[in-house]
């Protein structure tokens, strides 16, 4: 599973550039799946067949980022976020380009309290503006870059928001080979600026019953805001967040199970951010949705950590509905 997650984190995948990272996953699952397709929004759809309701799950493949905008006569390069960056976590960080180019951002003078991207910049090495262009142009896409550490029980990377999601999907998969019912595991793109990929694949997928699987925040580090989730305590089931209430039906199933099957979980309320269930409820004329959550700490920084045990009980879980009987819903 460790490898698994390295491949998946060290992969390049800015919002609408997740293309490494879907075509990584395709050859993961192929074989454990009647379909594959790709939609033009560039959702990777494996669909394992069957008679009974139709689920999607959901992880998306694409990471927060940035967007070159500017290359100055010194060769400094000005950009713009792609998703939520935390500005404080970006000081010192290191972009790397989809040509491999890598840079260090730096700062302008001024107080901290005053920071904004508009002060910021990237470092790449270059001493003009034309040698800077023979590398990095206005209007490519960069992430930041950092390698896979393994802590032992937990784990620290970039991009854990959402390739740990993209990871729990691709082993319940390959455990829900006996599922009665019609799956669909959707690893779904440009997430992170507004939920799109996952708008588009459920209009063509047309679900009964919904389920996102992505990271969510903690409670558990000094001083943390309030928060009921902490790294160890198992599974996150999703109450509520900005994007979605998740379906009274769907969190009591996903309770009930967790319950029977003796799945660690804990119960998630969060108070701003969204998933792809989201938008997978408001499709056409509605979804009973949900979402697993694996919780995280500090997410959309360059350093995300999880918990493996966390991990284990989101892949126990996300098969556990692929398996149980739906009638309800
Ligand atoms: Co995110
Ligand atoms: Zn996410």
Do not use: W
């Not at 060290?10 to 075509?23: C, H, K, L, M, R």
């Not at 074989?31 to 998306?60: Q, R």
């Not at 390959?174 to 996952?198: M, W």
């Not at 004329?285 to 966390?310: F, K, L, Q």
Request: proline share 2%; with cysteine; net charge negative.
């Amino acid at each position: 599973m460790k490898e698994l997650i390295k491949s998946l984190v060290e992969s390049f995948g800015p919002s609408g550039y997740e293309e490494s990272v879907t075509t990584k996953i395709r050859e993961l699952i192929t074989e454990y799946v009647d379909e594959i397709t790709m939609d033009a929004l560039g959702n990777l759809i494996a669909h394992k067949k069957g008679n009974g309701k139709k689920i999607m799950f959901s992880a998306h493949t694409d990471e927060i980022g940035i967007v070159a905008t500017h290359v100055d006569d010194k060769g400094f390069i000005r950009f713009q976020s792609i998703g939520g960056l935390n500005i404080l976590t970006l000081i010192g960080n290191r972009v790397r380009f989809s040509n491999g180019a890598i840079g260090v951002i730096g700062k302008e003078k001024g107080e901290l309290k005053d920071l904004s991207l508009d002060k910021l910049f990237i470092d790449i090495g270059a001493d003009t503006k034309i040698s800077a262009q023979e590398k990095v142009n206005v209007g490519d896409f960069g992430i930041i870059h950092r390698e896979f550490c393994d802590l032992g029980r937990r784990v620290i990377a970039k991009s854990l928001d959402d390739r740990i999601g993209c990871a729990v999907l691709i082993e319940a998969l390959k455990q829900s080979q006996n599922s009665p019912h019609d799956l669909y595991f959707v690893f779904s793109t440009q997430e992170e600026v507004g939920l799109r990929g996952a708008r588009t694949s459920a209009y063509q997928i047309n679900p009964d019953l919904g389920i996102a699987l992505d990271v969510t925040l903690t409670g558990d580090t000094p001083e943390a805001p309030r928060m009921d989730i902490a790294l160890g305590n198992g599974a996150g089931i999703k109450v509520k967040d900005s994007s979605l209430i998740t379906h009274p039906k769907v969190k009591q199933l996903m309770i009930k199970l967790a319950k029977d099957k003796g799945i660690k979980y804990q119960l998630e309320v969060l108070e701003r951010g969204g998933t792809d269930g989201g938008a997978i409820h408001l499709s056409r004329a509605g979804v009973p949705s949900g979402t697993i959550s694996i919780p995280c700490r500090y997410v959309h920084s360059a350093s995300e950590m999880v918990d493996m045990d966390d991990v284990q009980a989101c892949v126990d879980l996300t098969v556990a509905v692929a398996n149980t009987d739906l009638r309800d819903i």
